[in-house]
């Protein structure tokens, strides 16, 4: 709790306890004064009364005496009037069960003892000292009462408005002689946080004030001393910092150097092992064994096979290591998408038996890119969809000018690909985990060159698929 709020809050103990004593007085006067008035109207109604009917007694008007009591029973302060004799017998009430009855009712005493809200007081009848009975009045006291409660609200009222004035002026009182001491305080601990700008205000020549001027010197000596250690520091700081950034890129470029290779090794390595197994193996059946010349034809043209495979696969390595570094080699040319795409087939139908149709406008589709690459680019995703597509299947190949582009469309009947994957085909290395067993499964490198080379020739390349309806590669090519 800061000083302003101690202050406030002794001072508002004080005068709470000022007020309430106050206020108990106040309330203690107006309850003395309000029963003192109230005493003196029910006395002067009673004996105004007590003497009016006293006159009818005498006179013997006991018509009058009870017109006298009606009139007066029907004023707001009185409950009722009987007339009462030396008997203590009622021969007059306003209530008119009492009559002729013993008096039930007694004099209240103390008006400050009455609980109830009727306060009964008697008035003797005398004449030249003969007593001729008294009268008996019940007074209300609920005016008196609602009286009292106002004034009790109102002293209230006046006491809580007049804390809260007093609490306003302490509070801004407060602020104006503690300010400049809080003033201090936050400068003294920015000064204590390294912040030397801070600065004291002075407003007066007392001691405060002399206070706030050693202050101030002294933040300016300290921010003297800092700024110059500050300048050597940052210029260590500087130094040390080139060279740990320079360490740091130097170490992150070893490390991605070391992954990249890490990572392609094995890769390759794998890749590798397949197709120089088979070829290790049969070598060295044939060269143990003394085999029939059929088994020797057979053997060899697996060697074949697999050395052409193995070929492929360090070609498709090449080729995804010259796009990653940015240095494939294109050679552009003008020539027909239509002859491009033909040939492609072409060789793709020699190497494997698929059903592939054809649709391009009559125009020529003519683009200005490097032949053999596009003729990769149809070939790797031909061979992709071929794995896919199910015997009696085809593959469906559409060319068409779209704006300033020419758009290749590549689609299979193949199961299509689960919309997780679909972001997953281009990366390297990537196969599809569903539908296609590994006997049939490439080297993961066909996809990703492709899009590589697409990109080369800043086109644009995407599937499309859905499953159980096949998939479709699209690929764009400026025409320029």
């Known amino acids: ?87 203590d017998t009622i021969i007059f009430s306003s209530r008119k069960l009492l009559a002729n009855k013993k008096n039930p009712y007694k004099d209240s005493g103390d008006i ?92 007066s020549k007392d001691v405060i004030g002399e206070l706030g001027i050693s202050l101030n010197d002294m933040a300016e000596h300290l921010n003297d001393l800092t700024e110059n250690l500050n300048i050597k520091t940052k210029n260590a700081t500087d130094k040390l910092q080139e060279k740990t950034t320079q360490l740091e890129e130097s170490n992150r470029k070893l490390m991605e150097l070391d992954r990249v290779k890490t990572e392609f090794v094995s890769i390759v390595s794998h890749e590798l092992k397949t197709p120089l197994t088979g070829i290790l193996g049969f070598t060295n059946t044939l060269l143990t064994l003394n085999l029939p010349q059929n088994k020797i034809e057979e053997y060899v043209g697996i060697i074949d096979s697999e050395g052409k495979r193995l070929y492929s ?36 139908k020699m190497m494997k038996n698929v059903k592939i149709e054809l649709s391009f406008p009559e125009n020529i589709l003519q683009l200005k890119v490097d032949k053999d690459r596009i003729k990769q680019v149809v070939l790797n995703i031909l061979d992709n969809a071929s794995r896919y597509t199910p015997t009696e299947g085809k593959i469906t190949i559409i060319g068409k000018y779209t704006g300033d582009s020419v758009m290749i469309s590549i689609k299979d009947e193949g199961p299509g690909i689960k919309e997780e994957e679909l972001n997953n085909v281009f990366d390297k290395f990537y196969r599809c985990k569903d539908n296609i067993n590994s006997e049939n499964s490439g080297s993961g490198l066909g996809l990703s060159i492709a899009k590589g080379m697409i990109e080369a020739h800043k086109g644009k390349i995407w599937v499309e698929s859905e499953l159980g309806k096949g998939s479709e590669f699209i690929f764009t090519l400026p025409k320029g």
């Open 1 to 87: 709790m800061n000083y302003r709020l101690k202050l406030l809050l002794s001072v508002s103990i004080i005068s709470v306890l000022m007020l309430s004593i106050l206020t108990l007085n106040r309330i203690s006067l107006l309850k003395d004064i309000l029963y003192e008035r109230t005493i003196s109207r029910l006395n002067t109604m009673g004996t105004l009364l007590s003497e009016e009917i006293l006159d009818d007694l005498l006179d013997k008007k006991y018509n009058g005496v009870q017109k006298s009591i009606v009139l007066a029973s029907e004023q707001p302060l009185i409950n009722f009037v009987s007339v009462v004799d030396n008997g």
């Open 112 to 203: 400050e003892k009455v609980k109830g809200n009727e306060y009964i007081k008697s008035f003797p009848l005398e004449h030249k000292k003969a007593e001729y009975g008294y009268i008996q009045i019940g007074f209300s006291l609920i005016e008196m009462k609602n009286d009292f409660n106002r004034m009790l609200h109102w002293s209230l009222g006046l006491s809580g408005l007049a804390l809260i004035m007093i609490l306003f002026v302490a509070w801004i009182v407060s602020g104006k002689l503690l300010s400049p001491l809080v003033e201090m305080k936050e400068v003294s601990n920015k000064i204590a946080r390294g912040d030397f700008s801070s600065k004291v205000k002075v407003n």
């Open 313 to 348: 696969l360090i070609e498709e390595f090449l080729d995804i290591s010259k796009i990653e570094l940015r240095k494939l080699n294109l050679q552009f040319a003008k020539t027909s998408v239509q002859e491009i795409i033909r040939e492609t087939v072409d060789t793709f």
